[in-house]
């Protein structure tokens, strides 16, 4: 028998075009299903920064048919918070949530809506952070540094954990206050006559206990989940600066996500940030009552006093932003959106 070898050839060709064909379907199919891990990250736990994840990554499977598997790490496990924001940007952590005064290495203007004495009240730091104008500038600062923002809230006003009683202003003199590394929360301190100390939140309780530190700036929320309260039940309500929350991905992994479930992502941010507003508010009012039925004490300045300290401290962001355009820039913006919401 005498081969064709021209015929061989062609059903060669024809056979392997046939199972190229056959094959795209398949790759497509196998792209579509393929699934992404989604690790979350926080200092916290069993507060709103948790809650934010739990309901953002229940969001987040539902809506992509479990393509994207969220893991939540919360309480620090996934390391210190500096750790877990380099974690976030180089995208071996593909989220991270907290204040956004730990990202001013990242970008100074991170800070803008901590400047004391910006907000007086709840309503007017809620309708401020809405604005659009400052939710589009926070949510788009660090996208050069591998940060995508996709969510940013208010939480409620500072106050001050110490070993001690203060009843008095003059009494923060010389006391040792762990800050947030926040010029704004830093210069604060100072003004007040206090030694500011910059801490990560996984040190300040053993701080505490040691008396390395006699005091921590900082949330109520933040005092009753940590359990300050066997190191420092008293809890002065200063109120300045306003805390708020921003929740960042890494951009690198976002970038790399299909379009529909980036699409997914920001949907569910941006409605799992609406929701935890009221939850945010009900959760911070009830830890007032957590905090004093634990043992823990709650003192408010002489009202006098009060106005003293924020005299002090209210030129705080024009005047550390003076020789930082950018920085100046978004306290202006910021300073506006206040005023217009009051």
């Not at 309708?127 to 995508?148: E, S």
């Not at 010029?183 to 030694?195: D, L, N, T």
Request: net charge positive; proline share 5%; hydrophobic share 45%.
């Amino acid at each position: 028998m005498q081969w064709n070898r021209n015929a061989v050839c062609s059903g060669l060709t024809a056979a392997v075009a046939l199972s190229a064909a056959l094959a795209l379907p398949l790759t497509a199919r196998a792209q579509s299903a393929s699934s992404y891990v989604m690790k979350l990250s926080t200092a916290t736990v069993n507060d709103h920064q948790h809650e934010w994840l739990k309901r953002f990554a229940a969001a987040v499977e539902k809506d992509t048919g479990g393509r994207i598997k969220p893991e939540i790490y919360p309480a620090s496990q996934l390391g210190a918070i500096p750790r877990q924001i380099e974690g976030t940007q180089f995208g071996s952590i593909q989220g991270w949530i907290g204040p956004p005064e730990f990202l001013v290495g990242v970008d100074q203007r991170y800070e803008a809506l901590s400047a004391p004495g910006l907000f007086a009240s709840r309503q007017q730091a809620a309708r401020t952070i809405a604005d659009p104008a400052v939710r589009d500038l926070m949510l788009g600062l660090g996208a050069n540094k591998g940060l995508l923002g996709v969510g940013i809230y208010g939480v409620g006003p500072s106050s001050i954990a110490m070993r001690k009683p203060v009843h008095h202003l003059a009494e923060f003199a010389g006391t040792k206050i762990r800050v947030l590394a926040s010029p704004f929360q830093v210069e604060m301190i100072k003004r007040m006559g206090g030694s500011p100390v910059a801490m990560s939140l996984g040190d300040v309780l053993p701080a505490l206990q040691q008396s390395t530190i006699d005091g921590a700036l900082g949330s109520l929320s933040i005092d009753t989940t940590m359990h300050y309260q066997d190191a420092a039940k008293y809890v002065v309500e200063t109120g300045q600066p306003w805390i708020s929350v921003v929740a960042v991905l890494s951009k690198k992994w976002f970038d790399g996500l299909p379009a529909d479930l980036q699409k997914i992502i920001r949907d569910d941010s941006a409605s799992v940030t609406a929701q935890i507003v009221p939850f945010t508010r009900d959760f911070f009012a009830a830890q007032r009552t957590k905090w004093t039925a634990s043992g823990g004490e709650l003192i408010s300045l002489p009202v006098v006093e009060e106005a003293a300290m924020i005299a002090k401290i209210s030129s705080i962001g024009s005047d550390l932003s003076e020789s930082k355009p950018q920085l100046k820039q978004a306290i202006k913006l910021v300073s506006e959106a206040a005023a217009r919401n009051k």
